[in-house]
């Protein structure tokens, strides 16, 4: 039963221009998500979080937005880069859990030069 | 700090083997998580450790079992391997509380002929 869904498994953008990769979540009680980016041959690296009492969260080019009541979240890089290329997973966590995290089948972003 | 760090990065294995495979956490950590990533299906929790002790649980067979040991390392065994257990084997560890991040190492990729 996948709890978080990543509905596009691929993204392709220029650079320079926005990536906008999208989450949505089935169960309620999920009250903290993460982004994580993966490469090749290594493991995945936290990238960003927000937990459930905001509905965005910026880190430098990147900010996470979340729609409680829709039950979605999403990741905005802007401007996107070269090295942005990876895989990115989204993935949530609460005390219904107990710490475990739940992650979606990631989205595999490509950013043309 | 070192980072996780999981051995060994490589494996093959023929069906009806077993297989052991080790973690060792971010020193400090407490709780080490497994996960099986396969394409399309993102990562899989298969489960976590904390202080020694199975705090959660996924939902794999029984073949898949691990343990933690008093220094917080961790192992996970595979037994009687079928060919769909050919996958990437990611540890992550984190303090252990509500809500900590976690931190993955670059995973043990396994093959079952």
């Known amino acids: 039963d996948q709890q978080v869904k990543q509905n596009s498994p691929s993204l392709s953008v220029q650079e320079g221009r926005i990536s906008i990769l999208n989450c949505d979540y089935t169960n309620s009680m999920f009250d903290y998500f993460l982004w994580y980016k993966k490469y090749p041959a290594e493991g995945p690296t936290f990238l960003i979080s927000i937990s459930s009492i905001k509905d965005k969260n910026e880190d430098g080019r990147f900010t996470v937005f979340l729609n409680k009541s829709a039950k979605h979240l999403s990741l905005h890089i802007v401007p996107s880069q070269p090295g942005d290329s990876a895989v990115y997973f989204c993935?949530?966590?609460?005390?219904?859990?107990?710490?475990?995290?739940?992650f979606g089948a990631g989205t595999t972003v490509t950013v043309r030069a | 700090k070192a980072g996780v760090t999981q051995t060994p990065r490589y494996l093959i294995k023929t069906r009806g083997q077993q297989v052991t495979l080790s973690c060792s956490p971010i020193s400090g950590h407490r709780s080490v998580s497994w996960y099986q990533q396969t394409p399309g299906q993102g990562l899989q929790f298969l489960f976590e450790?904390?202080?020694?002790?199975?705090?959660n649980k996924g939902n794999f067979p029984g073949r898949f079992s691990g343990r933690q040991f008093s220094n917080s390392r961790s192992e996970m065994n595979v037994s009687t391997l079928e060919l769909g257990d050919s996958a990437l084997y990611l540890c992550a560890s984190s303090l252990g509380g509500e809500n900590n991040e976690q931190f993955f190492g670059p995973g043990t990729r396994l093959t079952v002929l």
């Open positions: 993935a949530a966590s609460g005390t219904s859990n107990d710490y475990k995290l739940s």
């Open positions: 450790y904390f202080s020694e002790t199975q705090r």
